[in-house]
């Protein structure tokens, strides 16, 4: 079964650090460019994170550049995105997505065919 499953959100303070991972099942996540989009209530998909496939090359929005990190584990089919010095403004459903070949703005969640169902980061004091 072709699938993508987020893990690792949860409640924290500001400045603490938290890391999701998302778990490939019925494909090669190595084979594909990967991203991580989040959520907030009321708010457009706003793309955070996407490593190129079979790279290391990497790509963040303006707004967790300096504070997130986007990796995989090609043995654990799994891509994992660091959260550091978070914030109230990082409070969202944080979703890992795969990019379809070809596309040309990683950060548009149009151009993503396959969706994990999410997992939830509150940071909250």
């Known amino acids: 079964q072709v699938q993508l499953v987020e893990s690792g959100g949860g409640l924290v303070q500001p400045g603490d650090s938290l890391r999701l991972t998302c778990t490939a099942s019925?494909?090669?996540?190595?084979?594909?460019?990967m991203g991580w989009f989040r959520q907030a209530p009321g708010k457009e998909r706003e793309g955070v994170a996407m490593?190129?496939?079979?790279?290391?090359?990497?790509y963040y929005g303006d707004s967790v550049d300096g504070r997130f990190t986007i990796r995989r584990d090609v043995s654990k089919n799994v891509v994992f995105l660091q959260m550091n010095s978070l914030t109230p403004d990082d409070t969202a459903v944080y979703y890992c997505?795969?990019?379809?070949?070809?596309?040309?703005?990683?950060?548009?969640?149009?151009?993503?065919?396959?969706w994990g169902q999410g997992t939830q980061v509150t940071v909250s004091s």
């Open positions: 997505a795969r990019r379809r070949p070809g596309s040309s703005n990683w950060a548009n969640y149009a151009e993503y065919d396959l």
């Open positions: 019925g494909f090669s996540s190595n084979d594909y460019d």
């Open positions: 490593i190129i496939r079979r790279t290391i090359t990497r």
